[in-house]
């Protein structure tokens, strides 16, 4: 007996009871509540907002938006530095460049620099500023610790001037990159709107005009009456945000550029000379670098115009969405394979990131998917941790468990060895183990098979013969055949000569031989799919040295169902052949034999008593005559018992109507003899139904079973009375799914048979009323032959009988289409 050793205290099997299902349970759970606490310190606490970030930015890279024509960026560059000299330039400078602007006639202007300090020349730049609709920006101070802000307006005419003020503040995130801008701004006391909200506000109400007429002024503190929020949006950066059409400060200054380039559109006028650094970093500077702040105003002003401004999702609803990948991992915990849930965690975070990129490209909605794909990630690897645990676990307690069964091959004995290091040592030493009694099975299935008596012949899906056990060599080397493994199983098996199909059913067997003899030897091979029900039940072969065997074909699946081969039988049954034909000569000894003598002797007497002046007594004779009688009487009840439970039947459709009135024919004279009347009854709607109770039976026996119990009927009547023969329908055909019988019911008025002895009634060599009845003869094997003939054509037949009131018989039979259903007559051994 193999040694046990310690035991992990983990029970895996147990999870198909009560304790391990509340376990798995519970541990489900609590890894669903790990996700929910990941995904809300994620989505509320903000845990994983550089990420957010990371992916956002990588989103706006990847989509490209169209840019509006009408929005100009008029650059104070390097160039217009070098040529018109050191920042801050002259005012006159900026109001001449609006002059030539103005000619132009553009929608609107956006001057993006600052003149919040008074200078001698405003005035001059305050005419040039209202030839065309100007907008300046304020400079809004960071708030204070009270919450206010200060604001500095440009200089008085100037922003009396000016069609709008706004201010320019551009807040970073937590990275340093500016991704959303605010459109109000402000303290308690006062709201400032972006620089681009009032364009965007006159653009909306058509305020601006592509003549450059000049819009009624918008008050900068108009936005005092909004509500109070920020209604701060994203900016939809992308790829190309830095793509407007563009001029220089000194070339637009020096009339260089034609008035088509700037009528009727949106001029911006910001700082991107390098000195100057007007500079932010956006999601797209990994491509395009730092972003000046004049295109970032020039992205807000189309975002606005055109409606693309991207909403972040609140982050309850952020929390919300990702719990829904999280509980579809959960429930695929539950019914998953390992393989599958890895499957379904990639797909989960595909899905998650495909459908906030369909919201953030189509709805405008940002909302990261991050929090669901950092959710199921970090659930995934600690579940199947866990499972790869119980595994482990589960592996060795069978293992040991299979270790601390007895082996119930033989074994050699083994010396006792104690199992040491780690767990997973130990595992892989129970598991060397349980690999050497698979090999020992293996080598017991093969010995097994290798000492059958019968050949044996195992192939693999194709028909090649793969195993041949020793009969099997054996055999084919008595017949001089090449040994069997390597070649199909047609060819080994070809010089087998087809004797019959094996099969109850006189029609499919007859149908059976003809599909057989008209294919033979394709039947043998086993991957003919359309022969596998005819090798399955067998066929009788004959080989070369004129033996008989029975052959047939039996299918190997595996685990999973699927056919791997088949193994083919051949069983000797000329010895079998030999009994059958002793059992035949000992019915023959018994039918012709045994008779012959008794014939003889009954027509003696019945040649003596025809004498005037017989030699024997007469009483003598009748002696002799009752005796002979009687054991002629016992040898064809014997032989006919004999053949009701051997032979096969010769089954065809019979009408049992038909074969109650041939019986009655038969019985009529015994009847006449005692002066009773037979009388046969059959319902007409019955009979109009079942067109006569059409029955698939084998007609002789039939008919000498009711034979049988009309004699019985006869002999144990008193004259002067009557046997009532009915035929009728035994199941009603209102009943749904009920087999359809025929019943046949003989009722005489005879002497009746006692309850106590009703039960022997069907046994061999039972007889009733001997002692009253003395003068009826009998051997007793006339009810067995009855009961045995009803059974195997698949019916039952049962007695009612009450002294003196006679005793009814009652054979139920199935119709011709139930029979013709139903399992095929075999004989019994």
């Known amino acids: 007996?193999?040694?046990?050793?310690?035991?992990?205290?983990?029970?895996?099997?147990?999870?198909?009871?009560?304790?391990?299902?509340?376990?798995?349970?519970?541990?489900?759970?609590?890894?669903?509540?790990?996700?929910?606490?990941?995904?809300?310190?994620?989505?509320?606490?903000?845990?994983?907002?550089?990420?957010?970030?990371?992916?956002?930015?990588?989103?706006?890279?990847?989509?490209t938006q169209p840019l509006l024509r009408d929005i100009v960026v008029l650059e104070i560059d390097n160039a217009s530095i070098a040529q018109l000299g050191r920042w801050p330039w002259p005012r006159s400078v900026h109001a001449k460049?609006?002059?030539?602007?103005?000619?132009?006639?553009?929608?609107?202007?956006?001057?993006?620099?600052?003149?919040?300090?008074?200078?001698?020349?405003?005035?001059?730049?305050?005419?040039?500023?209202?030839?065309?609709?100007?907008?300046?920006?304020?400079?809004?101070?960071?708030?204070?610790?009270?919450?206010?802000?200060?604001?500095?307006e440009p200089a008085g005419p100037l922003a009396h001037a000016a069609a709008g003020l706004g201010h320019i503040n551009l807040e970073v995130d937590s990275d340093g990159i500016v991704r959303s801008v605010a459109q109000y701004e402000g303290d308690a006391d006062s709201r400032w709107p972006q620089l681009m909200v009032p364009v965007a506000e006159a653009v909306e109400?058509?305020?601006?005009?592509?003549?450059?007429?000049?819009?009624?002024?918008?008050?900068?503190?108009?936005?005092?009456?909004?509500?109070?929020?920020?209604?701060?949006?994203?900016?939809?950066?992308?790829?190309?945000?830095?793509?407007?059409?563009?001029?220089?400060?000194?070339?637009?200054?020096?009339?260089?550029?034609?008035?088509?380039?700037?009528?009727?559109?949106?001029v911006l006028i910001g700082v991107t000379a390098s000195g100057l650094y007007d500079r932010f970093a956006t999601p797209v500077s990994g491509e395009l670098g730092p972003l000046p702040g004049v295109y970032i105003h020039a992205n807000v002003l189309d975002t606005l115009l055109t409606g693309r401004e991207i909403e972040p999702a609140a982050r309850w609803a952020l929390f919300a969405v990702s719990l829904v990948p999280l509980a579809a991992l959960l429930a695929g915990f539950l019914v998953l394979s390992p393989r599958r849930s890895l499957l379904l965690t990639g797909a989960l975070c595909v899905l998650a990131s495909a459908g906030s990129a369909v919201l953030l490209y189509g709805a405008r909605l940002w909302l990261s998917p991050v929090p669901?794909?950092?959710?199921?990630?970090?659930?995934?690897?600690?579940?199947?941790?866990?499972?790869?645990?119980?595994?482990?676990?589960?592996?060795?307690?069978?293992?040991?468990?299979?270790?601390?069964?007895?082996?119930?091959?033989?074994?050699?004995?083994?010396?006792?060895?104690?199992?040491?290091?780690?767990?997973?040592?130990?595992?892989?030493?129970?598991?060397?183990?349980?690999?050497?009694?698979?090999?020992?099975?293996?080598?017991?299935?093969?010995?097994?098979?290798?000492?059958?008596?019968?050949?044996?012949?195992?192939?693999?899906?194709?028909?090649?013969?793969?195993?041949?056990?020793?009969?099997?060599?054996?055999?084919?080397?008595?017949?001089?055949?090449?040994?069997?493994?390597?070649?199909?199983?047609?060819d080994v098996l070809g010089g087998l000569t087809l004797v019959k199909t094996i099969d109850g059913d006189a029609a499919s067997d007859a149908e059976n031989n003809l599909l057989a003899r008209a294919h033979w030897p394709a039947p043998l091979d086993p991957a003919?799919?359309?022969?596998?029900?005819?090798?399955?039940?067998?066929?009788?072969?004959?080989?070369?040295?004129?033996?008989?065997?029975?052959?047939?074909?039996?299918?190997?699946?595996?685990?999973?169902?699927?056919t791997t081969g088949w193994i083919a039988g051949l069983v000797d049954v000329s010895a079998l052949h030999a009994a059958e034909r002793q059992r035949e000569d000992a019915l023959r000894l018994l039918s012709h034999d045994m008779r012959s003598p008794q014939a003889s002797i009954l027509a003696l007497v019945e040649i003596e008593r025809a004498r005037r002046e017989p030699v024997?007594?007469?009483?003598?004779?009748?002696?002799?005559?009752?005796?002979?009688?009687?054991?002629?009487?016992?040898?064809?009840?014997?032989?006919?018992?004999?053949?009701?439970?051997?032979?096969?039947?010769?089954?065809?459709?019979?009408?049992?109507?038909?074969?109650?009135?041939?019986?009655?024919?038969?019985?009529?004279?015994?009847?006449?003899?005692?002066?009773?009347?037979?009388?046969?009854?059959?319902?007409?709607?019955?009979?109009?139904?079942?067109?006569?109770?059409?029955?698939?039976?084998?007609?002789?026996?039939?008919?000498?079973?009711?034979?049988?119990?009309?004699?019985?009927?006869?002999?144990?009547?008193?004259?002067?009375?009557?046997?009532?023969?009915?035929?009728?329908?035994?199941?009603?055909?209102?009943?749904?799914?009920?087999?359809?019988?025929?019943?046949?019911?003989?009722?005489?008025?005879?002497?009746?048979?006692?309850?106590?002895?009703q039960a022997g009634l069907f046994e061999r060599f039972r007889r009733f009323h001997e002692a009253e009845r003395p003068d009826v003869g009998g051997a007793g094997l006339g009810m067995a032959f009855v009961k045995t003939v009803v059974t195997r054509h698949g019916g039952d037949v049962e007695v009612a009988s009450e002294p003196g009131q006679g005793t009814a018989f009652t054979i139920r039979l199935p119709v011709l289409e139930e029979a013709q259903s139903g399992a095929a007559l075999t004989p019994r051994t």
């Open 1 to 63: 007996m193999p040694t046990t050793s310690t035991r992990l205290s983990l029970d895996p099997r147990a999870r198909l009871g009560r304790r391990a299902g509340r376990r798995f349970l519970i541990e489900w759970a609590g890894i669903g509540c790990l996700g929910i606490v990941v995904i809300l310190l994620s989505s509320l606490g903000r845990l994983s907002a550089s990420v957010d970030h990371l992916v956002y930015d990588r989103f706006l890279s990847l989509h």
């Open 616 to 757: 024997l007594a007469r009483g003598l004779l009748e002696r002799i005559e009752r005796y002979a009688q009687r054991a002629l009487t016992l040898a064809d009840d014997f032989v006919q018992l004999a053949r009701a439970e051997s032979q096969t039947y010769v089954l065809e459709p019979v009408s049992l109507t038909e074969l109650l009135i041939d019986a009655s024919d038969e019985v009529w004279p015994q009847a006449h003899a005692k002066r009773i009347a037979l009388h046969t009854e059959t319902a007409a709607s019955d009979a109009a139904d079942d067109g006569g109770h059409w029955i698939c039976a084998d007609r002789s026996l039939m008919t000498r079973a009711l034979v049988n119990i009309l004699n019985n009927a006869v002999k144990y009547s008193p004259p002067d009375t009557q046997i009532v023969c009915s035929v009728a329908s035994a199941t009603p055909k209102a009943v749904p799914g009920a087999a359809r019988r025929v019943s046949c019911t003989i009722r005489d008025q005879g002497y009746g048979i006692p309850k106590e002895q």
């Open 528 to 562: 003919r799919h359309e022969f596998a029900a005819l090798m399955a039940h067998g066929v009788e072969v004959r080989d070369a040295r004129e033996r008989d065997h029975l052959l047939r074909y039996a299918n190997c699946t595996n685990e999973q169902g699927e």
């Open 97 to 152: 460049l609006l002059e030539q602007i103005a000619s132009a006639k553009p929608a609107a202007v956006i001057y993006d620099v600052l003149f919040t300090e008074p200078n001698p020349q405003d005035a001059e730049l305050a005419r040039a500023i209202a030839l065309s609709p100007t907008y300046l920006p304020v400079l809004l101070s960071a708030p204070d610790s009270a919450g206010r802000r200060t604001v500095v």
């Open 205 to 266: 109400h058509g305020a601006l005009h592509r003549d450059g007429r000049r819009p009624a002024r918008a008050s900068a503190v108009a936005a005092s009456g909004h509500d109070g929020g920020e209604d701060r949006f994203l900016i939809p950066f992308g790829p190309n945000a830095q793509h407007y059409p563009t001029l220089s400060f000194a070339r637009v200054l020096a009339g260089d550029v034609t008035p088509e380039q700037l009528r009727g559109r949106i």
């Open 372 to 490: 669901a794909i950092v959710g199921v990630v970090a659930v995934y690897p600690i579940w199947n941790w866990r499972r790869l645990e119980m595994t482990m676990a589960y592996l060795r307690e069978e293992l040991q468990r299979l270790a601390d069964e007895p082996h119930l091959l033989p074994e050699t004995p083994q010396r006792r060895r104690e199992f040491g290091g780690d767990v997973l040592e130990q595992h892989m030493a129970l598991m060397a183990q349980a690999a050497q009694r698979v090999q020992d099975m293996k080598r017991f299935v093969w010995d097994s098979l290798d000492s059958m008596p019968e050949p044996i012949l195992v192939s693999d899906v194709r028909g090649v013969v793969l195993i041949a056990n020793h009969a099997a060599k054996a055999h084919f080397a008595r017949l001089g055949a090449p040994l069997p493994e390597g070649r199909p199983m047609r």
